[in-house]
């Protein structure tokens, strides 16, 4: 019994990011803790996202390095892909991992219960394979986010679909892969799949990739796919998949635009959801958003004050230096005696796709509507390691400065190592940065990165300059 006079002083439901930052904190500032998780210790990030996920992109950009090797004078011989290898060694990785994350749960004094827990009020938790019911003074919520797909009803053959969840798990690698969405998960796999030799289409609904991003970086990432040779089909939705036994790709995926598309991998990026569906939020008076997820406050508070939530359950921002942060902000707030909360303006981050985008701060049309005025910096050049390749590769970087204290209030780059370039320069991009503070800042030569200390000349859009 904790000193509150419930089991527990802190119950966590969800062992991910968020979840086992927010324990591990709580635990060691003296609460009692307990976490449940139903699937596997690390959640989405460590077991199906973005570590397995790095390591296929590390996988797949291999073999471009073969082909750049050979444009550098190196014999590479016939390069052979070895897949069930290449995904034993990265699922023992995983499991390395989800051992560590454990062991760091245990050495803090936290109770593991490895299985699904759901709320019973808002101080009970009942856990569902034991049938154990705990109380707790606060609740964590702290579930993540699930891959959405649409009901059999909408598109039928749906079930002959995966998502990222499954993407993992593929024994072979496909020959054919269609892959339906146009946001983070479409983009990266198309480019993985794409770089490891498979015959790659991705279907997006709208025109351009990447919504919300940038519009240089859509446009970059847009045509890179078509160069990396993925078949990039526009304005476009799957409307049926169908299984044709006896096929070596048995699946046809009949599209909106009356056009088919054989696969023997069908994968839908169409988005993530909350991961709320009967965890007892209704029964513990938790308040949840449209879109199903937990309603928080700036401190991740709910409506109900001893309960709180987050990471992706919480559709803030869904990346996993995020949830760590929100985990710890709880956790320092509520156990550990010193207040802050979580800033969620200027968050740094990548898209691995082949090249990466690396991005901070507002996209160009943001820091319009919010500044009104605002002038660019930009430039889309081969980079000095292109000009002894046959595949000419280019890469684009443009700062928005917002024009009355010329303050960079963003940075967007498309180009190899975008994510290593872009965690540097959220650094200056949070401290405030000027134009002038960036222009003082001397190059290292010979980089790609230097092109963005010697960004002089601004853009002006076509028709103010005619
Ligand atoms: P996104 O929200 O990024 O993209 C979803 C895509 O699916 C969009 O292109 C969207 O189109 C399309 N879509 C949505 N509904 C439908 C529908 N009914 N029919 C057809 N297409 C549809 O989701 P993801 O699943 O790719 O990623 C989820 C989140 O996970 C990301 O937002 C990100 O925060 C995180 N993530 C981060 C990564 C990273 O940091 N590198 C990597 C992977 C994921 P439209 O654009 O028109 O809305």
């Given at each position: 019994?904790?000193e509150?006079?419930y089991?527990?002083?802190l119950?966590?439901?969800?062992?991910?990011?968020?979840?086992?930052?927010?324990?591990?904190?709580?635990?060691q500032a003296g609460a009692?803790?307990?976490?449940?998780?139903?699937?596997?210790?690390g959640?989405t990030?460590?077991?199906?996202?973005?570590?397995?996920?790095?390591?296929?992109?590390?996988?797949?950009?291999?073999?471009?390095?073969?082909?750049?090797?050979?444009?550098?004078?190196?014999?590479v011989?016939?390069?052979?892909?070895?897949?069930?290898k290449?995904?034993?060694?990265m699922?023992?990785?995983?499991d390395?991992?989800s051992?560590?994350?454990?062991?760091?749960?245990?050495?803090?004094?936290?109770?593991?219960?490895?299985?699904r827990?759901?709320?019973?009020?808002?101080?009970t938790v009942?856990?569902?394979?034991?049938g154990?019911?705990?109380?707790?003074?606060?609740i964590?919520?702290a579930?993540?986010?699930?891959?959405?797909?649409?009901?059999?009803?909408?598109?039928?053959g749906?079930?002959?679909t995966?998502?990222?969840?499954?993407?993992?798990?593929?024994e072979?690698?496909?020959?054919?892969?269609?892959?339906?969405?146009?946001?983070?998960?479409a983009?990266?796999?198309?480019?993985?799949?794409?770089?490891?030799?498979?015959?790659?289409?991705?279907?997006?609904?709208?025109?351009?990739?990447?919504?919300?991003?940038?519009?240089?970086?859509?446009?970059?990432v847009?045509?890179?796919?078509?160069?990396?040779?993925v078949?990039?089909?526009t304005q476009?939705?799957?409307?049926?998949?169908?299984?044709?036994?006896?096929?070596e790709c048995?699946y046809?995926?009949?599209l909106?635009?009356?056009?088919?598309?054989?696969a023997?991998?069908?994968v839908?990026?169409?988005?993530?959801?909350a991961?709320?569906?009967?965890?007892?939020?209704?029964?513990?008076?938790?308040?949840?958003?449209?879109?199903?997820?937990?309603i928080?406050?700036?401190?991740s508070?709910t409506?109900?004050?001893?309960?709180y939530?987050?990471?992706?359950?919480?559709?803030?921002?869904?990346l996993?230096?995020?949830?760590?942060?929100?985990?710890?902000?709880?956790?320092?707030t509520v156990?550990?005696?010193?207040?802050?909360?979580?800033d969620?303006?200027?968050?740094?981050s990548?898209?691995?796709t082949?090249?990466e985008?690396?991005?901070?701060?507002?996209t160009?049309?943001e820091?319009?509507?919010?500044?009104g005025?605002?002038?660019i910096?930009?430039?889309?050049?081969?980079?000095?390691?292109?000009a002894?390749?046959?595949?000419k590769?280019r890469?684009?970087?443009?700062?928005?400065?917002?024009q009355?204290?010329?303050?960079v209030?963003g940075?967007?780059?498309v180009?190899?190592?975008?994510?290593?370039?872009?965690?540097?320069?959220?650094?200056?991009?949070k401290?405030?940065?000027?134009?002038a503070?960036?222009d003082?800042t001397?190059?290292?030569?010979?980089?790609?990165?230097?092109?963005i200390v010697?960004?002089?000349?601004?853009?002006?859009?076509?028709t103010?300059?005619?």
């Open positions: 019994m904790a509150s006079g089991d527990y002083d119950f966590v439901i969800g062992a991910g990011s968020g979840g086992v930052r927010a324990a591990r904190i709580a635990a009692r803790v307990a976490i449940a998780e139903e699937f596997r210790i959640g990030c460590v077991i199906r996202g973005c570590v397995p996920k790095k390591y296929m992109v590390y996988a797949s950009d291999y073999g471009r390095k073969l082909d750049e090797a050979r444009d550098y004078g190196w014999d011989g016939e390069p052979d892909f070895d897949f069930p290449f995904m034993t060694k699922h023992n990785e995983v390395r991992l051992g560590i994350y454990l062991r760091n749960l245990a050495n803090a004094g936290v109770d593991v219960f490895e299985e827990a759901e709320m019973q009020d808002d101080h009942l856990i569902k394979e034991s154990k019911t705990i109380s707790a003074d606060k964590l919520i579930t993540g986010g699930t891959p959405w797909r649409p009901a059999p009803e909408e598109l039928p749906v079930e002959h995966i998502t990222s969840n499954e993407i993992f798990h593929l072979e690698l496909p020959k054919q892969i269609v892959i339906g969405g146009g946001g983070y998960i983009c990266e796999f198309a480019h993985i799949f794409a770089g490891l030799g498979v015959e790659t289409c991705l279907v997006y609904r709208g025109d351009t990739v990447l919504n919300g991003f940038d519009w240089d970086v859509r446009t970059a847009h045509d890179g796919l078509t160069d990396a040779g078949r990039v089909i476009a939705v799957f409307d049926k998949i169908e299984k044709r036994d006896g096929e048995p046809k995926v009949h909106s635009n009356g056009t088919t598309v054989n023997d991998v069908v839908m990026a169409v988005g993530r959801r991961a709320t569906e009967g965890l007892g939020c209704d029964k513990a008076g938790v308040k949840l958003s449209e879109r199903g997820a937990v928080v406050d700036e401190k508070q409506s109900v004050p001893n309960i939530a987050v990471g992706d359950v919480t559709d803030r921002i869904a996993t230096p995020v949830a760590i942060r929100e985990g710890h902000s709880f956790a320092d156990f550990g005696g010193n207040e802050w909360s979580f969620h303006d200027d968050v740094p990548a898209v691995f082949q090249p985008v690396g991005t901070v701060g507002m160009e049309a820091a319009r509507k919010a500044y005025d605002v002038d910096y930009k430039t889309n050049f081969g980079p000095m390691k292109i002894l390749l046959e595949k590769e890469v684009m970087f443009k700062l928005v400065v917002r009355d204290d010329q303050r209030v940075v967007h780059i180009s190899p190592d975008a994510g290593e370039m872009i965690q540097m320069l959220g650094i200056a991009v401290m405030g940065a000027t134009k503070q960036f003082a001397c190059a290292v030569h010979p980089t790609v990165a230097e092109e010697t960004l002089r000349q601004k853009w002006v859009p076509e103010e300059s005619a």
